[in-house]
């Protein structure tokens, strides 16, 4: 038999057979011995074991289309993060360590504003400017006034889309405006996996048909950024790019260098400072993480 992992907790995945049967399955022991972990987004060949209860165990891996470190997650096709305008104020450095983490990872990103009927004048739009500069596509929503959510739906029509963002910001009454029928399949599957109706605690897959699935993450508050150089940072600015030709020295990493042409564009507004700032200081806490 054939499904797709939809959530993975205590050594247990739940396996969606794709005809409405959420199966509880094991992974075999073959699994450690290769070093795979079985992840949320797997398509995988099982073995039901148990028809009464719907169990069984996971016998094989299909091949991957790719696989996230964080968050935990396979076959993605973007990612949509969701941060609020207003109440509370963004975090753009917790933003930007999101984007380096997918630039690293090569998963295009959709940046989400939400509460956007609460925003103080023009920030929406200064935000707009930061981040399309960057090359980002930046969205706003309210799901109070229930505007930019059709918009958005179309953005996710027909791909796995990674839903990520801090709490706080909107992202289950966006989920639940964008998708009515997760809630749904949160309530019909939440007795097996012991899930709260509208509490993420783990990496879960919605399938929303017409080939559009759906991953809910937990809120995150802080994000570290692992294996990574301090020297490669500069490479998931996609901003930079276009001025790295104008600096003096090659292999030239914008910091404390002379006759800089990334320094020389944030001087001139091309690139906005607020994006070069969280570079200086993730690029400084990933060099003081190398020294120790």
Same mark, same amino acid.
């Given at each position: 038999?054939? #499904?797709?992992?939809?959530?993975?907790?205590?050594?247990?995945?739940?396996?969606?057979?794709?005809?409405?049967?959420?199966?509880?399955?094991?992974?075999?022991? %073959?699994?450690?011995?290769?070093?795979?972990? +079985?992840?949320?987004?797997?398509?995988?060949? &099982?073995?039901?074991?148990?028809?009464?209860?719907?169990?069984?165990? %996971?016998? @094989?891996?299909? +091949?991957?289309?790719?696989? $996230?470190?964080? +968050?935990?997650?396979?076959?993605?096709?973007q990612a949509l993060v969701v941060f609020a305008v207003s109440h509370p104020e963004p975090n753009l450095n917790l933003l930007d360590r999101f984007l380096v983490m997918m630039e690293a990872q090569q998963v295009p990103v959709i940046i989400c504003f939400n509460k956007?009927?609460?925003?103080? @004048? #023009?920030?929406?739009?200064?935000?707009?400017?930061?981040? !399309?500069?960057?090359?980002?596509?930046?969205?706003?929503?309210?799901?109070?006034?229930?505007?930019?959510?059709?918009?958005?739906?179309?953005?996710?029509?027909?791909?796995?889309?990674? &839903?990520?963002?801090?709490?706080?910001? #909107?992202?289950?009454?966006?989920?639940?405006? $964008?998708? +009515?029928?997760?809630?749904?399949?949160?309530?019909?599957?939440?007795?097996?996996?012991?899930?709260?109706?509208?509490?993420?605690?783990?990496?879960?897959?919605?399938?929303?048909?017409?080939?559009?699935?759906?991953?809910?993450?937990? #809120?995150?508050?802080?994000?570290?950024? !692992?294996?990574? @150089?301090?020297? @490669?940072?500069?490479?998931?600015?996609?901003?930079?790019?276009?001025?790295?030709?104008?600096?003096?020295?090659?292999?030239?990493?914008?910091?404390?260098?002379?006759?800089?042409?990334?320094?020389?564009?944030?001087?001139?507004?091309?690139?906005?400072?607020?994006?070069? !700032?969280?570079?200086?200081?993730?690029?400084?806490?990933?060099?003081?993480?190398?020294?120790?």
């Amino acid at each position: 038999m054939r #499904g797709k992992i939809i959530k993975g907790i205590a050594g247990f995945y739940y396996v969606d057979d794709g005809q409405g049967l959420v199966v509880q399955c094991r992974a075999k022991g %073959v699994f450690r011995n290769r070093k795979i972990k +079985p992840l949320v987004g797997d398509n995988v060949e &099982f073995d039901l074991t148990d028809e009464k209860d719907l169990e069984g165990n %996971v016998t @094989e891996i299909l +091949p991957r289309k790719n696989a $996230l470190i964080r +968050p935990a997650a396979a076959n993605v096709d973007q990612a949509l993060v969701v941060f609020a305008v207003s109440h509370p104020e963004p975090n753009l450095n917790l933003l930007d360590r999101f984007l380096v983490m997918m630039e690293a990872q090569q998963v295009p990103v959709i940046i989400c504003f939400n509460k956007a009927d609460l925003q103080n @004048e #023009g920030r929406g739009e200064e935000y707009r400017r930061i981040y !399309e500069t960057a090359g980002y596509e930046v969205m706003f929503t309210s799901t109070y006034e229930e505007t930019g959510i059709e918009q958005v739906r179309e953005k996710l029509a027909g791909k796995t889309t990674v &839903f990520a963002g801090p709490s706080g910001v #909107g992202k289950s009454s966006l989920t639940n405006k $964008l998708f +009515p029928e997760a809630a749904m399949a949160t309530g019909s599957i939440s007795e097996k996996i012991q899930r709260g109706r509208h509490t993420t605690r783990h990496t879960e897959l919605f399938s929303l048909g017409n080939h559009t699935y759906m991953m809910d993450t937990p #809120g995150f508050s802080s994000m570290y950024i !692992e294996n990574m @150089e301090a020297s @490669e940072l500069k490479n998931y600015f996609p901003e930079f790019a276009r001025w790295e030709d104008q600096c003096r020295f090659l292999g030239c990493v914008h910091i404390g260098e002379r006759d800089c042409g990334v320094k020389d564009a944030v001087q001139r507004g091309e690139i906005p400072e607020s994006r070069y !700032e969280n570079y200086r200081l993730i690029y400084q806490e990933l060099k003081d993480k190398r020294r120790y």
